[in-house]
């Protein structure tokens, strides 16, 4: 069963301040279209939630889940696959029932609406993850030759089968949450297996079996758990790159859940430094939070009070909006483009009779004696009666960064009056105080303040027709030390706000000017220091944009 039915390590909250390693190449600038930012959903328990009689509306109209979800800005479905999800009887395990049917069914809606689709293989009978791989009945008593043959069938075979069906799948997941490796015991590792010899092997066939049926056309991801543990996905995909496998996917997915897989600043460390390491795109696959802890069906649930105390996020349903909100800027704060979106794990699970996390079947398959429940009816975007909460709206394009030229990049040399900024140089202020040069966060350039005198100085822009209403300012700094430095916004129709740049010699850190209220169409936005000589202080991707995203 899920893990998430299970107890997590619990983890403190997310800060505004988020230290990375640095990175290379440019990331989304103010032209950059936001589109094809995936904003998915996983609704693999929609037509076992349909079926049990679950009704959805939206301002009090009853509409199609999927068509409530697509008009809130969701661009993509996640679907899990099981190979054999029944016993002998052909009794259902439940959980969704998720077999190739039902999986096809949900698909080609989603495709109907015009959403792109990701097939999580599960590789197994029921659910997989870090604490249960187990083999499909039919495969546990192969040799490890035969085992292979089997996988590469079923995967080639399902992906001709889509094929046929007129449901080319955008992405697949080759595994779900596979710390602990595949197909057990086979593609175990460990607790002391640290070969990733076989689990490499078998990865690579169930790639060939896809690459085979559609080539390109479908982007292949590896699933890890505990998206903020930047050890262990170093650990693992150092390990499954490592050996004489060629691995051939695309894309590292992520699951993280702010009670469970640390702060927002480990999930930002650990997607700058993957994507950079292994040259990959990035995308949380698997998140959620909680718009309460009440209990939808009195059966137990898996987001407690306890979890909102470690998340930092109030378990209401503005909290559930500002996590994603910042879940969001993290993934847009990925350098060079990497951060490519996320996936809300099951936003339609309501809590109607039948709808449970399996059915007797299959508690008796895995030898389970806890009861049948939704233990997730407090995480969804719909409130027990399938009212969209007004946080479903969390799914929507995000706004673009208004700041021009914001990492520096666009003058393509060093400069000490980088385009689209102002310099401002108090009296005896050096001009070469403020420049641009090589060694920035984001893309080739970063700008810098030096002398070798007591200095001076602001670098700064005035944004105008801005539509009035909330803001947000950010920056990547590192800051060896000055009398005064803050990133500060101004002149908006309020007061002043900034914030004091931290010392932060060794390594870049995101800071945050929040709750910014333009209510004269304009604001201006820039950094202010006073130091020493020798003081220094670095700066890159400069973000401004509307609250929400």
């Avoid at 083999?135 to 085992?147: F, G, I, R, S, V």
């Avoid at 015991?185 to 790639?207: H, Q, R, W």
């Avoid at 936003?347 to 009861?371: F, R």
């Amino acid at each position: 069963m899920k893990k998430i039915f299970m107890a997590f390590t619990a983890f403190v909250a997310s800060a505004a301040v988020f230290a990375a390693p640095v990175p290379v190449s440019a990331s989304r600038s103010s032209d950059s279209d936001y589109s094809d930012f995936i904003r998915g959903v996983d609704v693999s328990m929609l037509k076992t939630v349909e079926d049990c009689g679950g009704l959805f509306y939206d301002n009090a109209v009853p509409q199609d889940a999927l068509e409530i979800l697509k008009n809130h800005g969701a661009n993509a479905v996640r679907l899990r696959l099981w190979v054999d999800p029944y016993d002998a009887n052909g009794d259902s395990y439940g959980g969704g029932g998720n077999d190739y049917a039902t999986t096809l069914g949900l698909a080609q809606r989603a495709k109907q609406l015009g959403m792109k689709v990701l097939i999580d293989f599960h590789l197994s009978d029921w659910w997989a993850d870090p604490g249960t791989q187990s083999k499909p009945k039919a495969w546990e008593n192969l040799t490890y030759a035969d085992l292979k043959t089997a996988l590469y069938d079923y995967v080639k075979d399902t992906m001709d089968d889509l094929v046929s069906d007129g449901m080319i799948p955008d992405m697949v997941q080759i595994g779900n949450e596979t710390s602990s490796g595949i197909l057990w015991e086979d593609g175990y590792v460990g607790n002391g297996v640290n070969s990733f010899s076989n689990l490499a092997d078998l990865v690579s066939t169930a790639i060939d079996g896809v690459r085979d049926s559609v080539g390109n056309q479908t982007k292949v991801i590896l699933h890890l758990d505990n998206g903020g543990n930047n050890s262990l996905y170093r650990w693992w995909f150092d390990g499954i790159t490592g050996t004489n496998h060629e691995v051939d996917f695309d894309m590292i997915g992520l699951t993280y859940y702010p009670m469970w897989h640390g702060t927002l600043e480990d999930l930002q460390y650990n997607m700058n430094d993957i994507s950079q390491r292994y040259g990959k795109d990035v995308i949380v696959v698997e998140t959620a939070y909680g718009w309460t802890t009440d209990d939808g069906d009195g059966l137990g649930s898996s987001f407690s009070p306890q979890d909102a105390i470690n998340a930092g996020y109030p378990a209401t349903v503005q909290g559930q909006y500002d996590f994603m909100r910042d879940l969001t800027q993290v993934i847009l704060n990925v350098p060079n483009e990497r951060g490519i979106g996320f996936f809300y794990w099951e936003p339609t699970w309501l809590p109607v009779e039948g709808a449970y996390w399996g059915t007797e079947t299959g508690k008796e398959y895995i030898g389970d004696t806890g009861i049948l429940s939704n233990p997730w009816d407090n995480l969804t975007l719909f409130d027990f009666n399938g009212n969209a909460l007004d946080s479903i709206d969390l799914l929507a394009e995000p706004s673009p960064n208004l700041a021009e030229n914001p990492s520096f990049e666009e003058d393509g040399a060093v400069t000490s009056s980088p385009q689209g900024w102002n310099v401002w140089l108090d009296s005896g202020t050096a001009a070469a105080t403020v420049k641009t040069e090589s060694g920035g966060i984001d893309g080739a350039y970063k700008l810098t303040f030096w002398s070798d005198d007591d200095y001076s100085c602001s670098v700064y822009q005035v944004l105008t027709g801005l539509e009035n209403g909330t803001y947000a300012l950010s920056a990547w700094i590192m800051n060896g030390g000055q009398d005064v430095c803050w990133l500060y916004a101004k002149n908006f129709g309020g007061t002043e706000k900034n914030v004091l740049l931290p010392l932060s010699d060794t390594g870049w850190t995101r800071i945050s000017v929040e709750g910014i209220e333009v209510a004269n169409h304009q604001c201006e936005i820039g950094i202010y220091t006073v130091a020493g000589e020798g003081d220094w202080c670095n700066a890159d991707l400069i973000r401004f944009s509307k609250s929400g995203s």
